[in-house]
């Protein structure tokens, strides 16, 4: 293919792409609407929501088969679960972080999530990590641990964010199922756990659905933020290379950082702001380590 020639496959994945991306960045704004409204709470409404909008959405798209084809292997689960119980575990702390006012951790945990990626590819797949990427991954080590020692605190939410994540991707690729169906059926194992929540909120009068009415039609259309900017995501993993996709990555927590600045006035001390700076290094490295490969498949089109 010729350098000047635009292929409009990638130009409709990166719109994909910049939608998901910019939609999962501005994810603070929608979870910190929910005032007095527990972390807890919310991501039972959200796995509840999406599980339904989902559902939905593989009716009108007749994607019912690989569905009922999982399903009808309980066995064959055992990895969907505990892709679910990741996700499920890095969306309750994520709004737990926007409402404990901790943005700028929850933005260094997804930076930290690509390095953790390589990391676990070493340490669990075998995968040969380059010099550039071992430095890479050794520079966030290195800025934890600046954090830990001269402000005597590990960044929890942000380890904690990165690993599940990191674990939940590394697991989600030995799933045979497609981005939508993979979350349908992980939201759908939940369910019975979530359904179970509600009726021991209601019952013990905890609840804030069908309160006010606000918060309620929030609490629905969380799950309808949730599986939105997936469905974008899943229709720009389609059309664009992987490199690429991990180039446009970095826009979420960009965003995530900005906010948590500009709208949250969230403090960034010197030494957090050190760490930002040793983890950016990181990442820049790494993204060089991808653009050899980006350079060649483009020369070979």
Not at 147 to 172: D, E, H, M, N
Not at 180 to 197: D, I, Y
């Amino acid at each position: 293919m010729n350098a000047t020639t635009t292929d409009p496959r990638a130009t409709q994945g990166v719109g994909f792409g910049l939608a998901a991306y910019l939609m999962w960045g501005c994810f603070p704004l929608f979870f910190a609407l929910f005032e007095g409204v527990p972390a807890y709470e919310i991501l039972v409404h959200r796995v509840l929501w999406s599980c339904v909008f989902l559902a939905g959405v593989v009716t009108l798209l007749r994607r019912w088969r690989p569905v009922t084809e999982a399903l009808a292997h309980p066995r064959r689960l055992g990895r969907v679960l505990a892709c679910a119980v990741l996700i499920a575990a890095n969306w309750g702390l994520y709004i737990y972080a926007v409402e404990s006012h901790q943005v700028l951790q929850a933005s260094l945990g997804y930076f930290l999530t690509p390095l953790v990626n390589v990391a676990l590819g070493m340490l669990v797949l075998r995968e040969r990590m380059s010099r550039l990427q071992g430095l890479a991954v050794a520079l966030a080590g290195g800025a934890i641990a600046l954090q830990v020692a001269l402000i005597g605190a590990l960044p929890w939410i942000s380890l904690v964010l990165a690993l599940t994540f990191g674990t939940y991707g590394l697991l989600r690729k030995q799933v045979p199922l497609d981005g939508l169906s993979g979350l349908f059926v992980e939201t759908l194992l939940l369910m019975p756990l979530g359904l179970l929540a509600l009726a021991g909120l209601q019952q013990a009068g905890m609840s804030h659905f069908l309160g006010e009415p606000h918060t309620t039609w929030l609490l629905v259309a969380s799950g309808v933020i949730t599986a939105l900017p997936l469905l974008a995501f899943a229709g720009a993993a389609r059309r664009l290379r992987l490199a690429t996709l991990g180039f446009l990555m970095y826009l979420n927590p960009s965003l995530q950082f900005l906010l948590a600045l500009l709208v949250f006035d969230e403090p960034l001390d010197p030494i957090r702001l050190g760490t930002f700076m040793l983890i950016w290094v990181g990442l820049a490295l790494y993204s060089w380590t991808l653009w050899p490969r980006r350079t060649v498949s483009a020369a070979q089109r």
